[in-house]
């Protein structure tokens, strides 16, 4: 057998896919019959020799399934790295076509960047608030468990014989865990001062069934806590802050309320505790709440005192029916109970996840999440489709390089993957600045501080959902964007852009209008945002305008709470009557008055008022803001006395039960008469109470706001524990500070004064101010977010209608007009989008900041500066969106215009 | 210890290997040249070829184009790879020490002699 050279069979089986059996088989089949004739030729029969050759080759059926199983083998292993080099290619491609045009690829990428961090911040929030399970190894076993009656349908605190029913349901539930908020004194030593914290004081089981990490020393045990050890855990954040992170904590003794407890262990850092929103300074048993606070014994046994947040372990394999059977039981038992009787006491169970924050509100949060997640969705498919803009306008363009391609052999398939390959690389690159501004995004979020009551922290540490959601989002914006365009090339018929035959468009007329549309409601959009941020901007500066009603300047405020201490009544107005004593003999003090809320802060009392004949709705009382003031508030304040008098020393209990009201309320319960001498009730039937004095109106919840009707009450007959003293100073009110503390701590040392601030700065913390600073940075922060947005929709259909337009172009200029007339034409084009989008933005604009009227301070709804500023930024922007297409088709030359 | 289909599919790998040295070369004509070489002495079934020679192709030392056979009929033909020719090499020298030292253990004095390192 002579080496026989192949032939020219070898380019003809490049081109056929054949199937490596049908191969296998002519092999074989050659083989059999070579060995055969061969055999015939020695002079056996045809059969025969085929049998012959037969049993030679083997068993040839065996043999031949291996040898087609080892040649597919090698055959999909072939075709799949001829896949990845096709791949790898078609991304060399993409990348030098987005390199050829840096500025259009930087401002696709911009713009996707943003879209992607938006939509991945809010996963962010999503993940941190719905999806993250609680990290402990049972974290989808846990059940959050909450009781409702029938006056109160919120699913709301759980009382301990509840919990402990719960608990002995052994068969549903391997354990549960009960906590509570407390508020507590705490004095590091004997000689510092005491300050107010946060704990969580908890069963003794928190620590070892929640598997809380440690960073020092170690968590309490049940054991502790059923033999009311005086035990604490200090958290991270406050043995930094207040401890200085010293490691000789441990062991140390701190006053909790007035109960020496020993420091025992320090939580990790980063350790956000049972909820994500309330950072808690310490960590207590419930056993130790009782050295403190004596009355809270009661409460272990009490089915009324319902306090405790509750969660239960269920064990693996229970359901959540029969989670819910069990605690229909528990509900039953409770009903059965005498105490409980007619309450319709519920014990409601639900998985952890489905209570966050609270089950009080959790029902709301998927609401408040879908509504943020159709917002990124919008700002998502914005981006995408301006991109798809910018892409399809690029197309067109080029119809002739891809007609090119086209012509040179590559598939539509092919083209549609060049143009997939470049939104995919385009999304890549925007995917790590995306996430960049996705974390910065939350960030700030995480550090808005709320001067509530509640120590509120946003535990938003991304995790890797949120990472990976990023990826996912990227991908699918970049696959998104180049959907259209792709389908568009690969639509575009050689033979017809080759040889320029007609106006080869490469979008559809129809899909074209439906861009514009958009774009004008992005740009209504656009202009809306621009509006409010612009009016929001505006009332931070007119803030400053609005008169509050009461004094601003020269008055320093402090809070202190003398439950913290244990004081009942008598002890705590004795207190406190020393401490305005004190305070008013100090140089430099006008003088002082206590009350229970300040104008513009975050808690706002409200009480019914009864009059006859005057109704509210169906109901026979009206509901009115109260606040229970000390004599000499209203001048301390600063606050007008319309009529009548103010409260004085001889308002106590054992007098005649006063009260004061403001303008509005004088209006609204006394109508055309003089309030004062008028009386009134606080409950329905109880003791009428004589109003004394009316007052000036003052803004106590918003700036912007209409006046409220409110009322007065006397502390000197209603006293409280918790108070804010208000000194009216001679001079500057912060240099007082100092001074106020030590009088506080004169009069005892062991109370906690905390909220020591000025009048200007409590307004400047206040809701009105914060609010509208969280609106002005949101709607700033969107406004340009969509102003870039909307400046790449508009370049992207300017500059498609001008590639669509050339050849007219061209024939334009060869007919004599001039390149100036050229750039009027396309920025006409420019000018009516704007004209569309800002006309049903304006409309838009007026109905918005109509609604959001009450938070906007010393300016209209129709402010006309604001208004024409924001008109004036939009129109700049479309401006430049339009100039640089504008500038290409005015300087393109005659001759290749007209050959496009 | 390889088991005895290792053993001739190794050895078998190497005569189809040695049987392309010279040229293109067909199944049937790899067989036959064996056949030859070998005196017959050899009765692998000639279908196990087949198999071998898709490894081979997989793992890189041979490469298939169809072609024509002396009669004119469609026939795959195999040539050795650039790689190929270097394992027909270093599987040649190995067989040798090989069998060398095979040579060796059974001229050599059992039991061991005293002494011996």
Do not use: C
Request: aromatic residues 6%.
């Amino acid at each position: 057998m002579s080496a026989g050279d192949p032939g020219g069979w070898r380019r003809v089986r490049r081109f056929f896919r054949v199937r490596p059996a049908d191969e296998v088989d002519s092999e074989i089949a050659f083989h059999l019959a070579m060995r055969a004739a061969e055999l015939e030729a020695v002079g056996l029969a045809p059969e025969e020799a085929r049998e012959r050759a037969r049993h030679r080759f083997g068993d040839v059926d065996a043999i031949r399934d291996e040898a087609v199983t080892l040649a597919e083998r090698r055959v999909r292993a072939g075709r799949r790295s001829e896949w990845w080099q096709g791949v790898v290619r078609d991304l060399q491609v993409a990348a030098r076509g987005l390199a050829r045009r840096p500025g259009l690829t930087a401002g696709a990428a911009v713009t996707l960047a943003l879209a992607i961090g938006v939509a991945t911040s809010v996963l962010a929030v999503a993940d941190a608030f719905l999806l993250r399970p609680y990290p402990v190894p049972f974290g989808d076993r846990l059940v959050a468990v909450a009781e409702s009656d029938r006056s109160n349908d919120l699913a709301s605190n759980v009382a301990f014989p509840t919990f402990e029913a719960l608990r002995a349901e052994r068969g549903v539930f391997e354990d549960g865990v009960a906590w509570t908020g407390e508020t507590v004194s705490i004095r590091a030593g004997a000689g510092d001062a005491a300050e107010r914290r946060f704990l969580q004081v908890a069963t003794g089981n928190l620590f070892s069934l929640l598997r809380v990490p440690m960073a020092l020393g170690r968590g309490f045990t049940p054991e502790e806590d059923r033999q009311r050890a005086p035990v604490l855990v200090l958290s991270h954040r406050y043995w930094q802050s207040r401890f200085g992170a010293d490691p000789s904590v441990v062991g140390r003794a701190v006053l909790v309320g007035g109960v020496p407890m020993t420091i025992i262990g320090v939580t990790a850092r980063g350790y956000a505790g049972t909820s994500n929103l309330i950072a808690v300074d310490g960590f207590a048993t419930l056993g130790a709440m009782t050295l403190w606070r004596p009355s809270f014994a009661a409460a272990f046994t009490d089915t009324r005192a319902a306090s405790l947040k509750v969660w239960m372990v269920r064990r693996p394999g229970v359901s959540m029916a029969q989670v819910e059977r069990a605690a229909a039981t528990v509900s039953a038992w409770l009903e059965a109970l005498p105490a409980m009787r007619g309450r319709g006491l519920r014990v409601l169970v639900m998985p952890e996840w489905r209570a966050r924050p609270d089950p009080a509100i959790a029902a709301n949060v998927p609401v408040v999440m879908v509504l943020f997640g159709a917002l990124a969705l919008l700002v998502l498919v914005a981006a995408s489709v301006n991109v798809a803009g910018l892409a399809l306008a690029r197309a067109q363009a080029r119809r002739g390089e891809l007609a090119l391609r086209r012509a040179l052999g590559a598939s539509r398939a092919r083209l549609g993957r060049l143009v997939v390959a470049e939104s995919l690389l385009l999304g890549a690159i925007a995917l790590v600045p995306g996430i960049g501004l996705a974390l910065w995004l939350v960030h700030r979020l995480a550090s808005i501080h709320l001067a509530t009551d509640l120590p509120v922290q946003f535990d938003l540490e991304p995790g890797w959902r949120t990472y990976a959601g990023g990826v996912v989002v990227a991908m699918g914006a970049g696959l998104l964007a180049g959907l259209a365009p792709a389908w568009q090339a690969g639509r575009s018929a050689p033979t017809g852009a080759l040889r320029d035959e007609g106006r080869g468009s490469v979008g559809g007329r129809a899909r074209t209008r439906l861009r514009t549309t958009l774009v004008v409601a992005q740009l209504a959009a656009s202009l809306v945002l621009l509006v409010s941020a612009g009016l929001f901007v505006r009332s931070l500066r007119g803030a400053s305008r609005v008169d509050p009603g009461f004094r601003t300047d020269r008055l320093l405020l402090a809070s202190t709470d003398v439950s913290l201490a244990g004081y009942d009544s008598v002890r705590a107005r004795r207190f406190y009557d020393a401490l305005v004593r004190r305070v008013e003999a100090l140089p430099g003090v006008e003088r002082a008055a206590l009350a229970t809320e300040v104008p513009q802060g975050y808690n706002h009392g409200i009480a019914d008022a009864y009059v006859d004949g005057v109704t509210d709705g169906g109901s026979d009382h009206v509901g009115l803001m109260a606040t229970r003031v000390s004599a000499g508030y209203f001048a301390t304040m600063g606050i007008a006395v319309r009529a009548g008098r103010e409260f004085a020393a001889g308002d106590t209990s054992g007098a005649p039960r006063t009260v004061m009201l403001n303008e509005a309320a004088a209006r609204l319960l006394f109508p055309g008469r003089d309030a004062v001498g008028e009386s009134m009730r606080l409950e329905r039937g109880g003791p009428p109470v004589q109003v004394v004095g009316v007052v000036r109106d003052v803004k106590i919840v918003f700036l912007g706001e209409s006046p409220r009707p409110s009322m007065y009450l006397p502390l000197g007959q209603r006293m409280r524990e918790e108070l804010t003293l208000h000194v009216a100073t001679t001079g500057d009110p912060a240099a007082m500070a100092g001074t106020v503390r030590a009088a506080f701590r004169a009069v005892d040392p062991a109370l906690p004064v905390y909220d020591v601030r000025t009048m200007e700065e409590h307004l400047g913390g206040g809701i009105s101010l914060v609010l509208v600073r969280l609106a002005a940075a949101a709607a700033t922060g969107i406004g340009v977010l969509g102003l870039v947005l909307t400046m790449v929709g508009v370049y992207g259909v300017v500059s498609y209608g001008v590639a669509q337009r050339t050849r007219e172009f061209g024939v334009r200029m060869a007919l004599g007009a001039d390149r100036g007339d050229l750039l009027a034409r396309v920025l006409r084009e420019g000018v009516m989008l704007l004209a569309a989008g800002a006309g049903v933005g304006a409309v838009a604009a007026l109905a918005v900041s109509q609604a959001m009227a009450a938070l906007l301070m010393g300016v209209g709804a129709r402010d006309l500066v604001a208004y024409g500023g924001a008109l004036a930024v939009l129109a700049l922007a479309v401006l430049l969106a339009t100039w640089l297409p504008a500038r290409r088709a005015s300087r393109m030359e005659p001759v290749q215009a007209l050959r496009m | 210890m390889p088991s005895e289909l290792e053993i001739v599919r190794g050895t078998l790998d190497l005569l189809i290997l040695k049987a392309l040295g010279g040229g293109a070369q067909h199944g049937y004509g790899i067989a036959r040249w064996i056949e030859w070489a070998t005196g017959d002495a050899l009765r692998v079934g000639e279908g196990s070829l087949y198999p071998a020679l898709q490894r081979l192709e997989t793992r890189g030392w041979v490469k298939a184009e169809w072609g024509a056979s002396e009669q004119n009929r469609k026939a795959k033909f195999y040539t050795l790879t650039r790689q190929g020719h270097a394992q027909l090499r270093l599987e040649v020298d190995t067989w040798t020490r090989f069998t060398v030292a095979v040579q060796r253990a059974l001229e050599a004095p059992v039991p061991m002699p005293a002494g011996a390192p």
